[in-house]
C-alpha cells in the first residue's frame, strides 16, 4: 500500500508520511526515566496522540506501558465516583494484556457496577498499589483525551487521588510516571465548588513537571518528510526551499504541514496548470494548494472560531492584533494569553504575543471581514466594481487603489479619524476581497505588521504584488516606508510595488502618485 500524507487521526508510520520523531520521544523518555508526572496540553491536531501512540511503543521494551482515551467513556462514567471507578476498571481490562496473579479479578469485581454497590476512589486505588507492588516492571500510564473529563469534580478527585500516591512514594507503590494529554493544561482547570455553578481555579496536578518539548515541525523536519515523499516518487521538487516555503506559512503546526502536502499530493496534481508531480510540488503548486487551504472548512477552522464565540476576550486580543497591529505583551500567567496560547491562536516570539502561523492569520482575517458582507458598502462597492480591476487578465491594483480612494472619501469622509485609524485596514481588505474572492488569494507578512505599517502581499494567477497599508506620520516616516517597501520588492524579485497611506492630516493631498526608487517603481495612494 503505497503512503499518503495524513490529516486524520494519529499517523502510522508504515502507511504516513510523517516527520520522525526520535528526538522528541527520547526527551520525553528522560522525563519519565525521571518518575516525573506531566501534562502534553497542545492545541487541537498538533500531533498529540500520534506522539502518545509513538511514545507506548517505544517504552514497552522497559516499562509496563498502560495506554487510555478517555474519548472512549461515555458522559455518564463520570457522574459520580462508582460509576467512574467502574469504567476506569475496565478500561484497565480491555488495554492491558496481562496483570500479576490476583489483580484481574479484584478489577472484574470493580467493573461489574452491582447497583447495590458504592465503590469509592480507595477501592479503586487499593487495587492499583497491589498491581504496582506487583508488576515486575515499573508502570507508566498514559490518558489521551482528558479534555472529556475536565471540569469535573469526580475527575478532579482522581488527580487527588495519583498526587497523593506520588508524593508518598518510595514508601508506597505507585505508577512510576503518569501523562495526561489533552489541550486544555489540567493545572489549570475549571472546579465546580458550589450547586450555584460558581467557578473558581483549583487543580490538585500542582506536581506536575513542566513539558517544554516542542511538538512543532521544523524546517528540518519538514525536509525530511518531504525527501521520503521525493524518494518514492522522483519529482524533482527543490526539498529545501519547499520546506523553508511550508514553514513560513504554518510555523510548523503539525496538522498544517500534512494538509498543506496533502492538498499538494492528492488536489493540486492533474489540476489546472498542474498535470503531474513534478509541476505540482514548486513554489506555484504550493500557493495553489495555500489558497485552497485557507478557503476550505475544516475541523480545526471550527473549532478555532468556536472558541472566539466562547471567549470574548480572546476574540478582542485577536482583533487588535490582526487588524490595528497592536503590541501585546506575552504574560504567561494572563488568563487571555493563556487561553489564547492553549488554543493556538498566538505564540511567543520575543516576548510578545503573535498569530501562531500565516494560515490562521489569513483564516482569522477572512472571517472577521466575513462577518461584515452582508452589511458593509465597501464590500458591495468591490463587489459591484469587480470587472473594472482586471485588464488583460491581469490584476490592476492602481486601478484598487484609485476606485478604493473614491470609495473610502465618498462613504467615509464625515467620520471621526480616530475611528477611521482603527478600521481603516479592515475597509480595504474588504473592498479587496469580492475582488480577488475565488482565483486569489492574499497574505500579511508577519515581520511588517504593527500600528502603522502592514504589508500585504496579493496572490492572483500566479502574480504577486505587494502592497503596503500604513498609517501617515509625516514626510520622514513616510521616507523611511518608502526605502522599506523598496527593499521588500527586493525579496520578492519585483520592480513595482504599492502603498495605501492613510492620512488625516486635514492639509492632506489624496490620490495617486509614482515614485521612482533606484530601479524600483513605488505607486502609493493617499487617502
Excluded at 487603489?401 to 475611528?419: A, G, H, N, P, W
Excluded at 504584488?465 to 519585483?494: I, M, P, T
Aim: proline residues 3%; hydrophobic residues 40%; glycine residues 6%.
Amino acid at each position: 500500500m503505497a503512503k499518503r500524507f495524513n490529516v486524520s487521526g494519529a499517523c502510522d508510520p508504515n502507511r504516513h508520511y510523517m516527520v520522525n520523531l526520535d528526538s522528541r520521544l527520547k526527551a520525553i523518555r528522560e522525563m519519565i526515566d525521571q518518575g516525573e508526572y506531566f501534562t502534553i496540553n497542545r492545541a487541537r491536531q498538533y500531533g498529540k496522540t500520534t506522539t502518545l501512540r509513538a511514545l507506548a511503543r517505544y517504552l514497552r521494551r522497559d516499562y509496563e506501558v498502560v495506554s487510555l482515551d478517555f474519548q472512549t467513556l461515555d458522559a455518564g462514567c463520570f457522574q459520580n465516583i462508582s460509576a467512574f471507578v467502574a469504567a476506569f476498571a475496565n478500561e484497565l481490562l480491555d488495554n492491558v494484556p496481562s496483570f500479576p496473579n490476583g489483580i484481574e479479578e479484584k478489577l472484574k469485581a470493580l467493573g461489574k457496577k452491582p447497583i447495590e454497590q458504592n465503590y469509592s476512589l480507595q477501592d479503586l486505588f487499593r487495587v492499583l498499589k497491589m498491581w504496582c507492588q506487583k508488576a515486575d516492571r515499573k508502570i507508566v500510564l498514559l490518558i489521551d483525551e482528558v479534555d472529556t473529563a475536565t471540569n469535573n469534580q469526580v475527575f478532579l478527585d482522581f488527580l487527588a487521588q495519583l498526587r497523593a500516591y506520588y508524593l508518598k512514594r518510595p514508601e508506597v507503590a505507585a505508577f512510576w510516571s503518569v501523562i495526561l494529554a489533552g489541550v486544555y493544561d489540567v493545572r489549570s482547570i475549571k472546579r465546580k465548588i458550589r450547586p450555584d455553578e460558581e467557578h473558581k481555579m483549583n487543580s490538585p496536578w500542582n506536581i506536575a513537571a513542566d513539558f517544554d518539548i516542542d511538538m512543532s515541525f521544523s524546517t528540518e523536519d519538514i525536509k525530511n518528510m518531504l525527501a521520503q515523499y521525493e524518494n518514492d516518487y522522483h519529482t524533482g521538487m527543490d526539498i529545501q526551499k519547499l520546506s523553508e516555503l511550508i514553514y513560513s506559512y504554518t510555523s510548523g503546526y503539525p496538522v498544517l504541514v500534512s494538509r498543506i502536502c496533502k492538498l499538494m499530493d492528492e488536489k493540486i496534481v492533474g489540476s489546472g496548470e498542474f498535470p503531474g508531480k513534478n509541476s505540482a510540488w514548486t513554489k506555484e503548486g504550493f500557493y495553489e494548494a495555500e489558497k485552497r487551504l485557507v478557503k476550505e472548512d475544516n475541523p480545526l477552522y471550527e473549532s478555532l472560531m468556536g472558541k472566539l464565540e466562547t471567549y470574548p476576550e480572546l476574540r478582542t486580543v485577536v482583533y487588535e492584533l490582526l487588524f490595528n497591529g497592536k503590541s501585546i505583551p506575552y504574560v504567561a500567567t494572563n488568563s487571555y494569553i493563556k487561553d489564547a496560547a492553549m488554543f493556538g491562536f498566538i505564540r511567543n516570539e520575543n516576548e510578545r504575543a503573535v498569530i501562531s502561523n500565516r494560515i490562521f492569520e489569513a483564516v482569522l482575517y477572512n472571517n472577521f471581514i466575513a462577518e461584515e458582507f452582508v452589511t458593509s458598502r465597501m464590500y458591495d462597492a468591490g463587489e459591484r466594481e469587480r470587472n473594472y480591476f482586471f485588464v488583460g487578465g491581469h490584476l490592476d491594483i492602481r486601478r484598487i487603489l484609485e476606485k478604493f480612494i473614491e470609495t473610502f472619501e465618498e462613504l467615509y469622509s464625515q467620520e471621526d479619524d480616530r475611528f477611521l485609524e482603527n478600521v481603516g485596514r479592515k475597509y480595504f481588505l474588504l473592498f479587496l476581497k469580492p475582488i480577488i474572492n475565488g482565483v486569489g488569494n492574499y497574505s500579511i507578512e508577519p515581520q511588517t505588521r504593527n500600528s502603522e505599517r502592514m504589508d500585504l502581499v496579493i496572490f492572483y494567477k500566479g502574480e504577486q504584488n505587494v502592497l503596503e497599508l500604513k498609517l501617515w506620520r509625516g514626510n520622514a516616516y513616510n521616507q523611511r516606508g518608502e526605502a522599506q517597501l523598496s527593499g521588500y520588492l527586493d525579496y520578492f524579485h519585483l520592480k513595482k510595488g504599492y502603498m495605501l497611506s492613510f492620512n488625516f492630516n486635514k492639509k492632506k493631498t489624496t490620490g495617486i502618485q509614482e515614485i521612482v526608487l533606484g530601479d524600483k517603481l513605488l505607486i502609493e495612494a493617499v487617502v
